[in-house]
């Protein structure tokens, strides 16, 4: 479970946590009227997290942007580009369009990143999850959590899933979420668990917007029974057995298992020789699931213990030309 911030109350200043995210399953649909597209998506909360803080100092609304040691070059570039609309920075602008009496008070959040940005972790929605939910406790505000919920959803589809994820906004919450419409329809689908997995960032982003208008483009990425409607208990109950199936696993199984789809993959691995070869190497490891997440770029595979996955981090790294690829060792929980 990500742990619960502690609070200096006396100096009004408080840490919170920004988690990452995966798709253990995503499909998406043909695009709206509204211009979004119908999807389900089977999405877990992860260890791997950015924090933010927030404090009683400055002058007004500050925005401070710092990266832990070793974040990608290319994902520092792509944050600092437009610091103006930064999720953090639009959720403040969001909270104090309700709430405008806090325009003349002061807060000072400090924004450190961890979880590569543009790379489908859902970075930038769960640190606007985090920023509603860390100023609505700086300054007392009164909304209650379904209303900003409700709020959250105008700043991105994958923000009410880090709101409804969270420990701190609701204690009770488990780490998996089946969610549909374009994401802002959420349902609990998992208890606590803690999975070990490791995340690879092949030192490159993927436009979100793009990933999107190919697949239109394309057509839908329907595969017979992974895309059935009653799809869900059965993609429930592969990883509810994970662990169980590491043990005589063949890579085959990945091919027909419903653990790890995401329409967006096949499209991604054709355009990007080298996200192919990373994805023939991670299956090679025999995991429970290799996959990408989100709209790219990042790969994610689910090992049976931190010790396994290491290995397969020093083998990944051992490539040549692996220079900017960077690797994370996480669980799912």
């Not at 859902?122 to 409700?150: C, D, M, Q, W, Y």
């Not at 208990?233 to 990945?254: A, D, Q």
């Amino acid at each position: 479970m990500t742990p619960l911030p502690t609070f200096d109350i006396r100096h009004s200043t408080f840490v919170l946590s920004s988690p990452a995210k995966i798709n253990l399953y995503l499909e998406v649909g043909p695009k709206r009227a509204d211009g979004f597209h119908s999807l389900r998506t089977l999405m877990a909360r992860l260890a791997l997290a950015d924090t933010i803080k927030f404090e009683d100092k400055g002058d007004g609304f500050e925005l401070v942007l710092r990266f832990a040691q070793g974040y990608p070059r290319a994902c520092r570039r792509l944050l600092t580009t437009d610091m103006k609309n930064n999720l953090v920075a639009r959720a403040w602008q969001l909270l104090a369009g309700r709430f405008p009496q806090i325009r003349s008070r002061r807060i000072r959040i400090t924004l450190t990143k961890t979880v590569p940005a543009g790379a489908g972790l859902g970075g930038g929605s769960s640190n606007a999850a985090t920023a509603l939910i860390g100023i609505r406790h700086f300054f007392s505000l009164a909304i209650r959590p379904p209303e900003l919920v409700k709020l959250g959803s105008l700043l991105g589809s994958d923000v009410p899933f880090f709101l409804k994820s969270s420990c701190f906004l609701f204690p009770s919450s488990g780490p998996l979420w089946w969610a549909t419409g374009r994401g802002e329809w959420l349902c609990q689908a998992g208890g606590c668990f803690k999975t070990p997995l490791l995340i690879v960032y092949p030192g490159f982003g993927a436009g979100t917007k793009e990933a999107y208008d190919d697949l239109d483009r394309r057509g839908q990425n329907k595969t017979d029974w992974l895309t059935r409607e009653d799809i869900l208990p059965t993609l429930l109950k592969e990883v509810s057995s994970i662990g169980r199936r590491l043990s005589g696993f063949k890579s085959e199984t990945i091919k027909r298992s419903a653990a790890g789809f995401n329409s967006f993959e096949e499209m991604a691995l054709a355009k990007q020789p080298v996200l192919k070869k990373l994805k023939a190497e991670l299956v090679s490891m025999m995991p429970a699931v290799a996959a990408m997440t989100g709209s790219g770029s990042c790969f994610y595979a689910v090992g049976s213990s931190p010790r396994r996955i290491r290995r397969w981090t020093g083998a990944l790294a051992s490539k040549a030309g692996r220079g900017n690829f960077a690797y994370y060792i996480t669980t799912i929980e």
